[in-house]
Nanobody
Framework: QAQLVESGGGLVQAGGSLRLSCTAS?????MGWYRQAPGKQRELVAL???????NYADPVKGRFTISRDNAKNTVYLQMNSLKPEDTAVYYC???????????WGQGTQITVSS
């Protein structure tokens, strides 16, 4: 059973930066991050394939950068110029290479104060 372990959440002031990490056990193709704010549906933040192709949601383009270390099976999310509307629980995501199943981390809270 694949496991995804996130780290790096916390409280930051608007305009600040945070970096999330997610280390996974198993073999995956696409990895990335989603988020869910209170009262809202889970939404895409950013994805990265195993060959480095990236995809970002419009609200985070130019502020967030996703990267991946395949040797460490780890995906990162560098978040700059954070805004209060970025406040949410951030979930790591991975698509199983051989199972084609979707796997999720436990979530990490990001709170951006104004």
């Amino acid at each position: 059973q694949a496991q995804l372990v996130e780290s790096g959440g916390g409280l930051v002031q608007a305009g600040g930066s945070l970096r999330l990490s997610c280390t996974a056990s198993g073999s995956f193709t696409t990895m990335g991050w989603y988020r869910q704010a209170p009262g809202k549906q889970r939404e895409l933040v950013a994805l990265i394939t195993n060959i480095g192709t990236t995809n970002y949601a419009d609200p985070v383009k130019g502020r967030f950068t996703i990267s991946r270390d395949n040797a460490k099976n780890t995906v990162y999310l560098q978040m700059n110029s954070l805004k209060p509307e970025d406040t949410a629980v951030y979930y790591c995501y991975a698509r199983g290479r051989y199972t084609a199943r979707d796997y999720w981390g436990q979530g990490t809270q990001i709170t951006v104060s104004s």
